[in-house]
Nanobody
Framework: QVQLVESGGGSVLTGGSLRLSCAASGFPYSNYCMGWFRQVPGREREGVASMWLDGTPKYADSAKDRFTISQDSAKNTLDLQMNSLKPEDTATYYC??????????????????WGQGTQVTVSS
């Protein structure tokens, strides 16, 4: 079955960096759109970055110029390099996957497979 396992979360100071990784298994990686989302308790889950089937990245405005999404097809991993972190980036970050193309790759309703999440805390 499809499994997504996130790692790499932690606590950093403002301006610091973290690299999240999502290990994917149980599906033909190349046929799936994948993305990173985040959620703060009491708020809706929001899209951060996604990777379309053709490898085109898409970023939320909050992530542009600071975050970079990448995939390693050989290792079946989806990474999110996060630089210049701010306290407002504090959230639980989730990896998600869906088979085929989607119209709105930063909308959580497009995805049907989710990881368990990894916590990112940025303090000032």
């Amino acid at each position: 079955q499809v499994q997504l396992v996130e790692s790499g979360g932690g606590s950093v100071l403002t301006g610091g960096s973290l690299r999240l990784s999502c290990a994917a298994s149980g599906f033909p990686y190349s046929n799936y759109c994948m993305g990173w989302f985040r959620q703060v308790p009491g708020r809706e889950r929001e899209g951060v970055a996604s990777m379309w089937l053709d490898g085109t990245p898409k970023y939320a405005d909050s992530a542009k110029d600071r975050f970079t999404i990448s995939q390693d097809s050989a290792k079946n991993t989806l990474d999110l390099q996060m630089n210049s972190l701010k306290p407002e980036d504090t959230a639980t970050y989730y990896c998600a996957a869906v088979h085929g193309w989607v119209g709105y790759p930063l909308e959580d309703y497009e995805y049907n497979y989710w990881g368990q999440g990894t916590q990112v805390t940025v303090s000032s």
